[in-house]
């Protein structure tokens, strides 16, 4: 399949996939007589991978490293358990300071009534401080 139908199937853009390519997250596909870049089911496979990492927002050095792990089957899974917990710890950080956002941006909301005046707004007044 070329890069269009390949897109398509995957729901990745044509410009995130030769990305992908380019970073070497997925291998080199071959090329037509017309020099069309081909791909096959293992590059659906690959990009499918790769796509279910960037959704679980693990960096792309990240993902490499577990692309090469994946070709290493025999070695232990200990340092693909530890990515994945630090990946958790970033998480449970990025929680913590949403919710913060999220009390702050209540307080906010409460101190200000639509009917008053933007000199008198209260959001205008925290966000001045």
Known sequence: ???GQLSKVS???IQ???YYEKEGLLNRPSRSEGNFRLYDEKSLKELEFVKH???LDIP?????TLID???RPEESCSSINDLIAKQLDLVNQRIKELKALKSE???MKKACSSD???ERCGIMKTLEV
């Open 69 to 71: 792990l994946k070709h």
């Open 60 to 64: 792309l050095l990240d993902i490499k």
């Open 53 to 55: 990492c960037r959704n």
């Open 11 to 13: 729901g990745c853009s």
């Open 1 to 3: 399949m070329k890069i």
């Open 16 to 18: 995130t996939i030769r």
């Open 105 to 107: 941006l209540q307080i």
């Open 116 to 118: 008053s005046t933007v």
